[in-house]
């Protein structure tokens, strides 16, 4: 089945099994390799991606139902090398433990400044509720999330 979508503002056309999964077509067709897959279930929120604006559990969503969508991996977050503000907050609150939820938490934390760009802590915290983190306690990354807020 052939779709069109973009990632990260990049046009694409690709023939897809109808069982395929955003989270395989992102890692194994595209090399978009940030997006990880953790429990694939929809429980963990390791693979998080955007879909027009929205925070979405890649593991959950056919290949298929992304056509003529605009997807936004973490990949996507910075521009002409320059880390987005979010990341580089991650990085100066030490929200950065193992890695392996970070991006996840980048998308859902994204998607939430796209809509909001001005959050409470508790809009942050019901954000990210979805993303488990068996590294930190979260107060990292609510920081993060408040101090990209500002800038």
């Given at each position: 089945m052939l779709i069109q979508f973009k990632v990260n503002g990049k046009s694409y056309s690709i023939d897809v099994c109808p069982t395929m999964r955003l989270l395989d077509l992102l890692r194994d067709e595209l090399g978009l390799t940030g997006t990880k897959e953790g429990c694939a279930e929809g429980e963990c929120?390791?693979?998080?991606?955007?879909?027009?604006?929205?925070?979405?559990?890649?593991?959950?969503?056919?290949?298929?139902?992304?056509?003529g969508k605009e997807i936004i991996t973490v990949e996507g977050l910075g521009e002409d090398g320059?880390?987005?503000?979010?990341?580089?907050?991650?990085?100066?609150?030490?929200?950065?433990?193992?890695?392996?939820?970070?991006?996840?938490?980048?998308?859902s934390a994204k998607a939430l400044l796209m809509k909001n760009p001005h959050p409470t802590e508790e809009e942050i915290r019901l954000a990210i509720a979805g993303n488990l983190c068996r590294c930190s306690g979260y107060s990292q990354i609510v920081a993060?999330?408040?101090?990209?807020?500002?800038g």
């Open positions: 929120g390791a693979c998080t991606v955007i879909i027009d604006g929205e925070a979405v559990n890649s593991c959950l969503v056919l290949a298929s139902q992304v056509r320059k880390l987005d503000i979010l990341q580089q907050k991650f990085l100066e609150h030490s929200a950065v433990e193992c890695g392996f939820c970070t991006p996840g938490m980048l998308m993060a999330v408040k101090d990209a807020a500002k």
